[in-house]
Each structure stands twice: as C-alpha cells, then as structure tokens.
C-alpha cells in the first residue's frame, strides 16, 4: 500500500488531537503529523483532520476564532484542491464558521452537554470517507457536545438533500429518523454533512472514540480507513 | 478620532435561545409570573480610531460580519459613540 500521511491540526484548547492521531494512525502505511495552529506549511500531508475539542476555549462562538488561525488559510486551500478534509466535533464547527461547509451549529435543544454513544444512520455511502459502509448502515459513535444543534436556511437544507450532501443522520437503534432520536434538535436530524465536490465532511459523533472494540464500537475507524484508502488507491 | 462601537449580537427570533430559556424558568420559579420571554445575546465594545463616524462604522459592520456574529444563526446592531 502506498504511503498515506495524516495531518492533525491543533489549536489551543483541541482536545481529541491525540485520540484522533491514533485512531487514524492504526493502519499500515500511515503517517501521522501534528500541525500547530500557527504554522503555515501542511508539509507533506494528503488528508488533513480538525479534531475535537474546545478551540481557543470556545470564546466568542465554538470555531469562530480558529477560523482565523494561520493554519486554517492553508487548510481552506488544500480543500479548494479538493483534497480530503475531515471535521470532528469542534472541527466541524470550525468547517462551518470557515465556510467549508454550510450552517451553523447552535446549543443543543435540551440544553444539556450530550456525552454518550448514539446510533447515527449513514445516508450517504458513496463519499471518500464513508465508502466502507453500506448505505443506510446504523453506528454506534459517541457524541460529546453542548453546541450540535446543526441549523441552516430551508434552502440551504434543501440543497444539501438534493446534492446528497447528508451524510449522517441521528437515528434510533432501529434506524428510524424520529424526533425522539433527535439527540440535539438538529434540522433533519443531520449529524454529518459533506460539501458539493465531496472532499470536505464535518460530524459531531466522534469516530475516533469509537476505532478499537475496547472502546465500545469499532464504527468509526472505518471512515479512516475509507480516506485512506481513497489516498492510496489515488 | 476615535469611537466606541456598541455592539450587540442577538439569536434570530427562529432560533432556540436554550439559556434564555433556562433563565426564564429560574425567574418563573421566583414567582415573576410577569415575565412571558428571555433571550439572551452578547454585548461588545470595541474602540476604533478612523477619519469619521462613516469609516468607523464600516469597520464595526465588517467585523460583526466576518468574526462577531454567525448571520446564519444571529443579528447584530452597532451603535457608535464619539469618545
């Protein structure tokens, strides 16, 4: 297998930069780098993954201030290249408040800091980081948020369905999408989207929480695993 | 010349405002049956140094829209006073 090299960036206050570094590096032929926030050079990396965590202390609004670290403009750029970014948790609020991805994410409906695994449906398996999953497959991943209530415009909503940008949805165990299963009050009970070319996915379950049997789920390492073989194969 | 701009960021009237609501149940418990709503938002103050009033509220709308508020989720009103 070709070499894949995965860069993890860390802002002041990440705090599953670690956990994500090893998740991502349990596969053959992966390199793992950690990126300072203020560094301007990605270096050598083919993937690039905003972990989770509290950026900058969440101070303004979760991701707000990240957005704007030296790091992020190389990273808006390797995106524009199309080449693959992943956003957990606060990396996902820090793809939306940098416009990598559409809508926001506000406080979660009942108030409460979600700390738990949760069955996340996937509704689109064909993207490069889901392509080791069946379509409509039920997870089980861990979420950790205060601030996962996912919200955008009608439109915006609707073109993220039409495009097939959903790429995961809060479910039952059952795989039913119902208000109950909701976790957070997110519209369309969206966990996960993706951006129009594809390159670009955000969630806020944690896949690397959820990479070895030990921890209570094998689920999410096979989101790594898809990206890299995706780069391999590339 | 220099400014104070007055900023305020509020939720948009459709979005869940959690801690407004957990603010307003806790003044319920009070007994200020009176109070039928509460959101809450952010107030900021931020001094700019430009030509004039004009320049300096270009500015303060510049910054709420690229950094202050979400314009997806919130509004914003400035009020600028000469200092």
């Known amino acids: ?234 | 010349m220099a400014y104070k701009a007055k900023i305020q960021v509020t939720l948009r009237p459709s979005i869940l405002d959690v801690q407004g609501k957990a603010v307003g149940h806790a003044l319920d418990n009070l007994g200020y049956s009176a109070v039928d709503a509460v959101r809450i938002g952010k107030y900021i103050e931020v001094t700019i140094s430009g030509e004039d009033e004009k320049a300096a509220g270009q500015t303060a709308d510049e910054i709420c829209r690229k950094l202050l508020a979400n314009t997806v989720m919130e509004d914003y009103s400035i009020e600028l006073e000469k200092i």
Not at chain 1, 77 to 99: D, H, T, Y
């Open chain 1, 1 to 234: 297998m070709a070499e894949v090299t995965i860069g993890v960036v860390v802002f002041p206050g990440s705090n599953c930069d670690h956990d994500t570094e090893y998740a991502a590096g349990l596969f053959d032929g992966v390199k793992t780098r950690m990126l300072w926030h203020n560094d301007h050079d990605l270096q050598d990396c083919d993937m690039i993954i905003l972990p989770g965590g509290f950026s900058y202390g969440d101070y303004l609004r979760a991701g707000s201030i990240a957005r704007f670290s030296p790091i992020m403009r190389e990273v808006i750029g390797f995106a524009g290249e199309g080449r693959p970014v992943l956003g957990i948790c606060n990396g996902f609020q820090v793809l939306l408040e940098s416009g990598l991805l559409e809508g926001a994410l506000s406080r979660n409906r009942d108030k409460k800091f979600i700390c738990r695994h949760v069955p996340v449906r996937v509704e689109n398996a064909t993207t490069i980081f889901t392509s080791l999953y069946r379509q409509g497959e039920v997870l089980q991943l861990p979420v950790a948020h205060g601030e996962g209530n996912y919200f955008a415009p009608r439109e915006t909503v609707e073109s993220l369905e039409a495009n097939n940008q959903i790429v995961f949805r809060y479910c039952d165990p059952e795989g039913n999408i119902t208000d109950e299963s909701n976790l957070n009050g997110s519209v369309g009970s969206i966990a996960g989207i993706v951006n129009a070319k594809g390159n670009v996915l955000g969630l806020m379950p944690h896949p690397e929480r959820a990479s070895e049997a030990l921890l209570g789920s094998e689920d999410g390492s096979r989101m790594f695993r898809s990206a890299i073989d995706y780069l391999a194969g590339a």
